[in-house]
C-alpha cells in the first residue's frame, strides 16, 4: 500500500521557518523523484520545488528560491522542505508527490499559515 504521510505544517509569523516532511512507503523510493507541491485558497496548484532520484539535483519556484531548500534522505524514505523567511503568501496547502513519466503519488497536504 503506497503511502505518502505528511508533517510539519502550521501557524508561523512572518519572517519565521517551518520544515515539513513526508515518509513513504509502499514503493522504491529512490526510483522517484520527489516533489512540493502547494495550492492558495482560489488558486491553482503549483510546483514549489523538485528533487530528482538520480543525482540529488533541486529546483525551485522564482517565488521561493533562496527561502525554501527541498532535501531527501533514501535511508528514512523521506523528503523535507525547509521553509525560511516565510511570507503571507505562502500560505497554503502543501503537498508531496512522488514522480515517475508513468506514475504518480500524492500526499494528502499540510497546511501552512503565515500571518502574524
Known amino acids: 500500500q503506497v503511502q505518502l504521510v505528511q508533517s510539519g505544517g502550521g501557524l508561523v509569523q512572518p519572517g519565521g521557518s517551518l520544515r515539513l516532511s513526508c515518509a513513504a512507503s509502499?514503493?522504491?523510493?529512490?526510483?522517484?523523484?520527489m516533489r512540493w507541491y502547494r495550492q492558495a485558497p482560489g488558486k491553482e496548484r503549483e510546483l514549489v520545488a523538485t528533487?530528482?532520484?538520480?543525482?540529488?539535483?533541486?529546483g525551485y519556484a522564482d517565488s521561493v528560491k533562496g527561502r525554501f531548500t527541498i532535501s531527501r534522505d533514501n535511508a528514512k524514505n523521506t523528503v523535507y522542505l525547509q521553509m525560511n523567511s516565510l511570507k503571507p503568501e505562502d500560505t497554503a496547502v502543501y503537498y508531496c508527490?512522488?514522480?515517475?513519466?508513468?506514475?504518480?503519488?500524492w500526499g494528502k497536504g499540510t497546511l501552512v499559515t503565515v500571518s502574524s
Open positions: 528533487i530528482t532520484s538520480t543525482d540529488g539535483s533541486a
Open positions: 508527490n512522488a514522480a515517475r513519466p508513468t506514475q504518480s503519488y
Open positions: 509502499g514503493f522504491t523510493f529512490n526510483n522517484y523523484a
